[in-house]
């Protein structure tokens, strides 16, 4: 598994590329129209080709690096919600969605994957996209799989469902199998942010992190029309309050010695988790940084990828590319 190059669209905090380069893979060019997620990109690596563009105003023409690639690959957004619908940008996932397949069309990259909500891989509300693209890459030869994927079954410490396609080249199609978890029990929230919490001395670290026994809810990175950054609709903010976690806001500090953690005298006396906190939770690196404002710097980590998911789908898709298209894998 080694050579293997892709272009990423839609690139965001990095986290799928992440992966990706973790399985082995080279990128060849990666774009996104969100300066902030440029400078992310830029920052931790500085050798990657990054195109600060939108997806839908992007000519491969001009940028013949981008042919003649192993993978094309795309985490889209998450920005589908019952509060977008009848606003402007309502349609933005569906017109991205329809522009990565146009973009096979262009650059005929051996595989494509795109990662996105859950509900992209069975829900009635994406069958038009679903019949779409297998009338586009079936012309195309291509061949499918569709499978929803939970990052938490790859050491992520959170409850993250992702709805994933990958289309494989027809004489290769076979061999592709969906990636399996690689762990047995889920990480929780107090295992991954424990010395965390503790590194400047306070003290209820350890008690807090022995509560904080599960898995964290889904990161939600919310629009850019949206004010402040909190972790997710009620049900997550339930969830977080039994961890002893305001889920209202996210911090600007993890806390210091004198900090009094009394969940049942309110949100004050809960903790915060910070943007370097939640980006552990989505299964990035600690030496991965993610520049801007908190809200920003928030917004990237909850839209990302975790770069563990990457790289287990970057696996399964390299086996498949680089295996025998002669053979058929029972299963």
Request: with cysteine; glycine share 10%.
């Amino acid at each position: 598994m080694s050579g293997l190059t892709f272009v990423d669209v839609c690139s965001g905090a990095g986290g799928l590329a992440l992966g990706l380069e973790q399985a082995g893979f080279e990128p060849r060019l990666l774009l996104d129209d969100d300066e902030l997620s440029v400078t992310t990109l830029q920052t931790n690596r500085p050798h990657w080709n990054v195109l600060h563009t939108d997806l839908l105003d992007f000519d491969p023409v001009e940028h013949p690096v981008s042919y003649d690639v192993d993978l094309l690959s795309a985490g889209l957004p998450r920005v589908k919600s019952s509060a977008t619908v009848s606003r402007a940008d309502s349609r933005v996932e569906e017109r991205l969605l329809e522009a990565t397949v146009y973009l096979v069309h262009a650059i005929r990259p051996r595989a494509v994957l795109i990662e996105n909500v859950p509900g992209l891989a069975h829900s009635d509300e994406y069958q038009q996209f679903r019949d779409f693209a297998r009338a586009e890459l079936t012309h195309l030869g291509y061949e499918f799989s569709w499978f929803v994927l939970n990052a938490v079954d790859f050491g992520v410490p959170q409850n993250r469902k992702q709805g994933v396609l990958v289309a494989v080249e027809r004489q290769r199609a076979k061999v592709f199998r969906p990636p399996t978890p690689t762990v047995q029990q889920p990480t929780t929230v107090g295992a991954a942010l424990g010395s965390s919490m503790a590194s400047r001395g306070w003290q209820d670290a350890a008690r807090w992190a022995a509560q904080a026994d599960q898995p964290a809810p889904t990161l939600v990175g919310g629009s850019k029309n949206r004010g402040g950054a909190d972790l997710g609709p009620t049900g997550a903010k339930q969830k977080w309050a039994t961890m002893g976690v305001n889920g209202h806001t996210v911090g600007d500090e993890i806390p210091g010695a004198d900090f009094v953690w009394d969940p049942e005298l309110g949100r004050d006396n809960m903790v915060k988790i910070t943007p370097e906190q939640a980006a552990l939770l989505q299964g990035f690196p600690e030496s991965w940084e993610i520049p801007g404002l908190k809200t920003a710097r928030y917004r990237q980590i909850g839209h990302a990828t975790p770069p563990p998911v990457g790289k287990a789908l970057g696996r399964a898709v390299a086996e498949a590319l680089d295996g025998d298209p002669a053979i058929s894998v029972a299963g």
